[in-house]
């Protein structure tokens, strides 16, 4: 709960400042909080509809393959970046050109990759050393 509570803290942070850097003055507190209580709040409705409507190709009792798998998480990426942008839209106007709504959504996804692992790696450690386990298991290191 913790690291989900912290990734979600840091998402807001960073999304807020990226609209700010983005937009300047017109990212006013109403319209960052409108923007990014909107994709926060969305990702979670979306990502389920997507896992359910995948999960309905796979044959009952089958696992999905990989190529399905890459297929889920392109969709799934492809159906957030046009709703950021949309997003925009709606909250900046005409101010909101694609190349400007864009660059905020790709910008976001990129922090939001390094975001996500950092936090991972940080709350593995930190669990590691709550356990008094190795940092590292045997298989772990020698896959590397």
Request: net charge positive; glycine share 6%.
């Amino acid at each position: 709960r913790l690291e989900v509570g912290a990734d979600f803290g840091v998402s807001l942070l960073v999304n807020l400042v990226a609209q700010a850097l983005f937009y300047g003055a017109l990212a006013t507190a109403g319209r960052s909080l409108t923007f990014a209580a909107l994709v926060l709040g969305l990702a979670v409705p979306r990502r389920y509809a997507i896992r359910r409507l995948f999960n309905a190709l796979v044959a009952p009792g089958t696992r999905q393959s990989r190529w399905q798998s890459w297929l889920e998480v392109c969709s799934d990426t492809a159906v957030a970046l046009v709703m950021a942008i949309i997003l925009q839209r709606l909250c900046y106007g005409a101010a909101a050109t694609w190349t400007k709504a864009g660059g905020v959504t790709v910008v976001l996804y990129v922090i939001t990759l390094g975001r996500r692992y950092a936090l991972r790696r940080v709350f593995e450690t930190w669990n590691a050393h709550q356990e008094n386990l190795p940092l590292y298991s045997q298989a772990s290191s020698s896959e590397l």
